[in-house]
T-cell receptor
Framework: RKEVEQDPGPFNVPEGATVAFNCTYS??????FFWYRQDCRKEPKLLMS???SGNEDGRFTAQLNRASQYISLLIRDSKLSDSATYLC???????????FGAGTRLAVHP | NAGVTQTPKFQVLKTGQSMTLQCAQD?????MSWYRQDPGMGLRLIHY???????DQGEVPNGYNVSRSTTEDFPLRLLSAAPSQTSVYFC???????????FGPGTRLLVL
């Protein structure tokens, strides 16, 4: 089983839609969690960190569920510019390294 | 402030050739790392460094060497290129391993 698993998508949604991605992880020792965004043929960039209490940044909301070992990303009022691949990333204390998911592709259409 | 820079952007090699991928950062970050990204897979750590003079292996180190003689530079050397090393290579730097990773624009490598 992969340490971090994401639905590869693509998620095709119209502008204005709400879309949610989940990411499951297998190592309960995972300490820190992040969502990165990667545009086509570009480098990944940090979108937001994920805190135990959940956190929101504008139209983006991230949640962590340690009991079920998953994190989620909710995007409200989708924009065309949200089209990208979203990478789930966690820091594994057990392995002392960052582990990247393969990404979920989002395509927002007019 | 250029952030993280990588050269070259693209490279085609023949099997058995060697080359060095360059990476530099101007943010005075101690932690630097090299990843490769292949279709359908997450970024995989090749080598990393926690400071000048200190390097260590990541998840997929075979066929690659690194050195860190200065805080700014972290080159990745392919010793004898193989088709399995065809990939996109990203260099990243950060204040620490759990901190925000700043990635360079990547090097697309094709090994024939």
């Amino acid at each position: 089983r992969k340490e971090v698993e994401q639905d590869p998508g693509p998620f095709n949604v119209p502008e204005g839609a709400t879309v949610a991605f989940n990411c499951t992880y297998s190592n309960s020792a995972s300490q820190s969690f992040f969502w990165y965004r990667q545009d086509c043929r570009k480098e990944p960039k940090l979108l937001m960190s994920v805190y135990s209490s959940g956190n929101e940044d504008g139209r983006f909301t991230a949640q962590l569920n340690r009991a079920s070992q998953y994190i989620s990303l909710l995007i409200r009022d989708s924009k065309l510019s949200d089209s990208a691949t979203y990478l789930c990333v966690m820091f594994s204390g057990g392995y002392n390294k960052l582990i990247f998911g393969a990404g979920t592709r989002l395509a927002v259409h007019p | 402030n250029a952030g993280v820079t990588q050269t070259p952007k693209f490279q085609v090699l023949k099997t058995g050739q060697s080359m060095t991928l360059q990476c530099a950062q101007d943010m005075n970050h101690e932690y630097m790392s090299w990843y490769r990204q292949d279709p359908g897979m997450g970024l995989r750590l090749i080598h990393y460094s926690v400071g000048a003079g200190i390097t260590d292996q990541g998840e997929v180190p075979n066929g690659y060497n690194v050195s860190r003689s200065t805080t700014e530079d972290f080159p990745l050397r392919l010793l004898s290129a193989a088709p399995s090393q065809t990939s996109v290579y990203f260099c990243a730097s950060s204040q620490g391993q759990q901190e925000t990773q700043y990635f360079g624009p990547g090097t697309r490598l094709l090994v024939l």
